[in-house]
């Protein structure tokens, strides 16, 4: 992306320059200027800014190979402030502070089967704020990913929306929404495996199978923020007797229907899916089976339509499950994928699995700043007082 060089454009500016500095830092003012065709003052302009509320910092000088002076180096300083991760799921809530690049400070979780009100949804969240004995100025923003157990897409993404103007007003802080699979997607690109990648889908495997697709860098959010609702593809041509309906892929993959497999299979209710080892448990070895082909459809429709980088899979399962599945997945169906060079494998294991979703939905209110179109994500209450960083980084103009 390529900066624009006119005052009125000083947060297109900012967001572009502060892009750089988290997604290539440690990166001189020089390089930034390279990549965003931005002028030298402008870049310096922009750079005095993030300075000044401490959300960038110089680490030192790069020594440059020919007679010009040394260049000092910009990266993030994540200890400049922090963040809140809510996600909330028909099963349990959970809260974690992070720092501003998604390293974990402390985090709870709640599991519950009654539905959680706002309230005490922000009760428990400000409570991890005084315990941990920090100003509430210093929290950047609040990350929020919703997943209901009822309902469908459409039921869901209004559902997140009220939620977050409610937890934005209540807190009194700037709340994003996503997606899980949009959050961890996000985190990727700022601090994972996918830093390097322009072009490449998130698949998160919990309740339902979402996704999220990523081009030019750029989560598409789609009309109405719909995109990525993996799970309702017809993966079989065999209709449901009940509904008459072709087979989804919520069916075959989700963790609800895992869920229920065991729960037929052992005829007891699941406590937990996390710690499911499918060499010792039978009815988790099994459904992997069964999961196996829709997933190996899915993945194949994706390749085919959007010829991304690559593909990286995570979710809720837990690391052993999500080992043996990939095992089972190979080799994958023919695709595009494999015309052309590749320089990337067609599907990549993320790592630290079970770190991934808190951490993403930790990095969504930075996300929100570096891209004007990532900005609609956030909810800021219109009576909430700005701290100098949240002042600076969700300008609209």
Not at 238 to 243: A, G, L, R, V
Not at 299 to 306: A, G, K, P, V, Y
Request: with cysteine; glycine share 6%; proline share 4%.
């Amino acid at each position: 992306m390529k900066g624009l060089n006119a005052k009125q454009n000083k947060a297109t500016n900012l967001r572009l320059v502060l892009s750089q500095v988290v997604t290539l830092g440690p990166i001189s003012r020089a390089e930034i200027a390279r990549n965003t065709q931005l002028t030298k003052q402008t870049i310096t302009n922009m750079v005095e800014d993030l300075l000044s509320v401490n959300l960038i910092e110089e680490v030192g000088v790069k020594r440059s190979e020919g007679a010009g002076k040394p260049s000092k180096m910009l990266c993030l300083n994540k200890k400049a402030c922090y963040t809140l991760a809510v996600r909330i799921s028909p099963e349990m809530l959970e809260l974690g502070l992070y720092y501003v690049n998604g390293e974990y400070l402390t985090k709870i979780t709640h599991h519950t089967d009654t539905a959680w009100h706002v309230d005490d949804i922000a009760d428990e969240a400000l409570k991890l704020i005084q315990e941990k004995k920090l100003d509430h100025h210093s929290v950047l923003a609040t990350g929020l990913s919703i997943q209901t157990g009822q309902g469908d897409t459409l039921f869901q993404y209004q559902a997140s929306k009220r939620l977050q103007t409610e937890l934005s007003q209540r807190l009194a802080m700037p709340v994003a929404v996503e997606t899980t699979a949009s959050a961890c997607a996000a985190y990727q690109m700022l601090f994972g495996e996918a830093k390097t990648l322009h072009n490449f889908i998130y698949i998160h495997l919990g309740n339902k199978v979402e996704a999220a697709v990523v081009y030019d860098r750029q989560i598409m959010l789609g009309t109405n923020g719909l995109t990525g609702a993996l799970g309702d593809i017809f993966v079989t041509p065999e209709s449901s007797k009940s509904t008459g309906e072709l087979g989804t892929l919520n069916e075959f993959a989700s963790l609800t229907s895992l869920k229920k497999y065991i729960e037929k299979f052992d005829k007891k209710p699941v406590v937990s899916v996390k710690h499911l080892n499918p060499s010792k448990h039978t009815a988790s070895k099994n459904w992997l089976s069964q999961a196996t082909e829709p997933l190996r459809i899915a993945i194949h429709t994706l390749e085919s339509i959007l010829n991304t980088q690559t593909i990286i899979l995570g979710g809720d399962i837990g690391e052993q499950c999500l080992d043996f599945l990939i095992s089972q997945l190979r080799p994958f169906i023919p695709s595009i994928a494999q015309q052309g060079d590749r320089d990337i494998v067609r599907l990549i294991k993320v790592p630290n699995n079970d770190d991934v979703p808190m951490a993403g939905i930790s990095t969504l209110p930075l996300h929100a700043a570096l891209n004007d179109k990532n900005i609609q994500t956030l909810y800021t209450p219109p009576t909430s007082t700005q701290s100098k960083v949240q002042q600076l980084i969700y300008i609209t103009q």
